[in-house]
C-alpha cells in the first residue's frame, strides 16, 4: 500500500491542488511516484466538483505543471484515517483538521505545510500559504513559490517515511 498524503486549504481549488501537483512532480522526478499517493481537499463544500481555479491552472503551467484532471472535494473525518500524513495549507486549516480529528493518532498526522521549508520554520515569520483566491495573478505565482519551497522539505520526510514502510 502506497503512502498516503493530502493537502487541505478552504475550497480545493487554489491551494491544495497547487501542493498536489508540485508533490506529485517531485515524486515521479525522485522516484517515488508508485509508493506515494497524493491527493487534496478542500474543508468547505462550496466548490465540489470543480475543477481548479484557472489562475491556478495558468500559474501552474507556466512553470510546467499539468492541474487539467484537478475536481474539488471536501476533506472528510474518514480521510484522517485513509492518510499517513494531512497537510494544512495555513494555521486556520491545521486548527480546523485538530479538530476534526478523532485519535490522538489522528492529530499525529496533522502538518503545516510550510513548517517544512526550512528558510520560513527557522525564521519567526508567517507560515500560511495566503489564500490568492480574491487578488489577482502574481497572488497564485507567489502561492506557487511558497508551495515548491515547502514541498522540496516535505519531500525529504515523505522520502524517509516511506523507507520506514519498506522495512
Known sequence: MPYRVCFVC???ICR????EVVLRRLLADAGLGEDVSVDSAGLGAWHVGQPADVRTVAALRARG??????????????????RDLVVALDSGHERDLLALAPTE??????RLLRSYDREAAGGTGDLDVPDPYY??????EHVLDLVESACRGLLAEVRAAVGETAR
Open 105 to 110: 493518532a489522528d492529530r499525529d498526522k496533522v
Open 10 to 12: 478552504s475550497g480545493n
Open 135 to 140: 487578488g489577482g495573478d502574481p497572488g497564485f
Open 16 to 19: 491544495s491542488p497547487t501542493a
Open 65 to 82: 505543471y499539468d492541474a487539467a484532471r484537478h475536481c474539488a472535494r471536501q476533506f472528510r473525518t474518514a480521510d484522517l484515517a485513509d
